[in-house]
């Protein structure tokens, strides 16, 4: 009776304990309606964000990540050159002017700092701070992308307010350096300490128009990042006294959000219904962009048939690439074009729609079909199904499992094949094996996924045929559809270093015609971005940057009360 | 009862290895390879390699293992292979939310699935029983994210509107910089206990109801009524009493897989729990936050099976353990 009692009386205890331990998770209190009301009042711009930022260690591998950029990097650290919306370069809040780029041997180019331009200690951003991030990046372990930083001999800091940065032989995409995914960091702050232990999770310092509230502290992982003004910036300063970050994974979710009013801006991904939704709400508006993230089609130009030339262009003659616009892109933003080059439009020094040019239209042309393939040796079979030397026209698709799109797009390529006398197979991995072992070790014929565009036109890192992985290189490199055409090889390697900018961007134009030959990947659309607000509480120069995101600009926004 | 409480809990040892075992060959060799995860976007041609020697990669997989659980019973879980944060940060944060879920949805469904089972039990084929019956088996059958997207679309979408209300009554999402009182609280909590809920009362209320059944038809109920005790207190002091221990088995059981079972009502609602974070490792092979999450979850489960056992002897003195 007695260890009963004793063991009642423990689990009572133990119930209670719980009990109040949950309790005090909700904190009771009339003292905080005030700060109820301020959260919702207007006083913090409440954002929603898709994913959280892996580090905020931006030149670290675990880094590269485009929200992380968005949400944090872009609003706290200078640039040396950022990207407008139109896709053009220009010079960052940092610098005074336009640099100035010598050309020959060797390549220079002088960076004139803002002498305005402070650390929110108030310690001017001067030419060491080049240099630190130079050295960092070229000489550190586990870096994101040491590109171009590893082609600098020397950056000379004589005058803090100029960074002149000499290269070691032409770097045409120098525009991309201090800057890109990379930010300006202190160097007098960090100098002789672990970058990644002071950054990666968050800071106290910024050069931006914003700072993260109370340093590390803002970033409450998980949940939430928290801006708030710097006080030591030069350049306009926000209205606005708190930006919040809110992560919400859930496409459904955060479009739920926006549209009760939970949170007043979001970023979500496109799917069919959303801009109803959007409609419904009378204080929402939004603007549909298509960005620098593509879909295609890459084909595996080592395995056969796709190791025929013929062949390539026989799938892209038979892809009617609008009928999948029509059923994938279209239901959820209304719009949508067909891509015809793998450089954007939305950078227009550099694109041409090669693909256009030479004779793929949106739409299938079975004649085509049939004269490449019959050119090439191939006949038709009882079955309808191209075949030669007995062996049939057969392919197999993979793209990243569970993702609705992509799926239907298989389904429809699969249907339009089969017109045109292929026979396609779906089969499809996770996207860590896709991504992480079939594509780098060609284990695939045909693959459809999405790239990211950048300013910069190079594009030998995805096609020159110096960049095919294999296992000799570890199979370390971006080239996965094998694609060796010298063609490709001189034009794109050309862009990699020309410095002169009408020369850069004939040369891409030869390189993304040389492709649109070579045929070893099929462009199909560019991805819409929907950029959504509450236009009763948000005002100001609101629009999409499809390279820094949305909110590039929050410092010029107002938020109502 | 401590003999017996101290030997279940030395037995749950070797099931702990033998499972982390399992789990870290499956998710080593199947899994995401963690040196690609994390350099799979880095032009750094020697990424891969020296992540691969850095996180131990290279050894063999016997030796990972113990290497990894040698750093991990002494309390150094590491770092995310992903991200670098601290990994018992990651766990503790994730632990904490689900924790606050779980504990209200138990308590709101326990009171609910024995108050269900005993009138269900009590008014045996009657329209009422009838009709918890139908619910219960429609609650067992509906989709959670479905219930969970079905609820945000009424009580925070449609409610909103109808009232014509400025903020949301019942939230879809938790507060950004987390709930400010109890008012908050509950605004951010309802919809997920509520959808977490639905499940665990139609599964329970029909044990419940079971096991009240059987009470209720044995001698000394028949006994007590037959010496005029009121109804009421043979139902609730006797019957009831007599018939918790089978429930509470079953709940003790169910609130230990809870902690790692939550993955749709979290993603619903987009709560950063442990479904959460299981998700995210998974999708990025990150193996030293999986093993740990597996080992937390492991444990809860063995912990809560044995309060189950504890509970029964507690409820039941002719069972108690020696």
Redesign the interface.
Known sequence: MI??LR??GL?AVVALV?VAA?VS?????AS??A??RQ??SGD?L?IAAEQEL??A?WI???A?SSWGVWELGVHTLPQAFTVTPAGAYEPGAVLAGEPTLTEGSPQVVSYPINPDAVWSDGTPITSADFEYLWKQISTG???????GYKSITSVDTTDPKTAVVTFSEPYAAWKDLFGGFYFLVPSHLLEGKSL?KAM??GYAFSGGPWKLDGGKAGWK????I?LVPNDAYWGTKPSISKV?F?????S??ET??V?????LAGYPQPQEGILDEFDKVSDLQYIVDFGNVYEGFWLNAAKFPLNSQAVRQALMAATDRQAIIDSIVKPAVREGKVLQSFVMPIFPAYYTPAFADAGYGPTADLDKVDALMTGDGWAKGSDGIWAKNGKKATLQIQTTAGNEARELTEELWQSQLQTAGFELTIKNP????L???NG?KGKFQVGLYAQVGTPDPGLC?TFCSKNIPSKK??F???NWTRSSDPAIDEAWGAVDVTLDTEARATAAKTGQAALADYLVSIPLYQKPNVFVWNKAKISGPLEDNPTLGPFYNMNLWTLAG | MLKYVLRRALYSIPVLILASMLIFVLVREFGTDPARARCGVSRDKQCIPRVEKELGLDQALPVQYVDYMTEFVQGHWGDSQRTGQSVDDSIRRALWDTTQLAFWAVLLSGGIAVAIGVYSASKPYSPGDYAFTGLAFAGLALPTFWLGLIMIQYFTYELQRWTGSADVIFRSIPFAEGPQNATQYFQELALPVFVLSVQLIAGWSRYQRSSMLEELNSDYIRTARAKGLPRRRVIWKHGLRNSLSALVTVMAIDVGALFGGLIITERVFSRPGMGTLLLSALQNGDTNILLPWMLVTGMFIIVFNLIADVMYGVLDPRVRVA
């Open positions: 260890a009963g063991t009642r689990v719980s949950i998770a909700a904190p009771l209190g905080n309606q700060r109820v959260q919702s913090t409440l892996a580090t260690n670290s591998s675990s590269g372990k586990d870096i994101y992308d040491a590109t990644n990666k999770d992982k998980t949940k939430s928290t919040t809110q992560f919400i994974v859930d459904a979710a739920k959000a549209a009760t009013g939970q949170v996770s996207s860590d094996v991504f992480g072992v780098p890192i290189n570890g370390v490199g971006q």
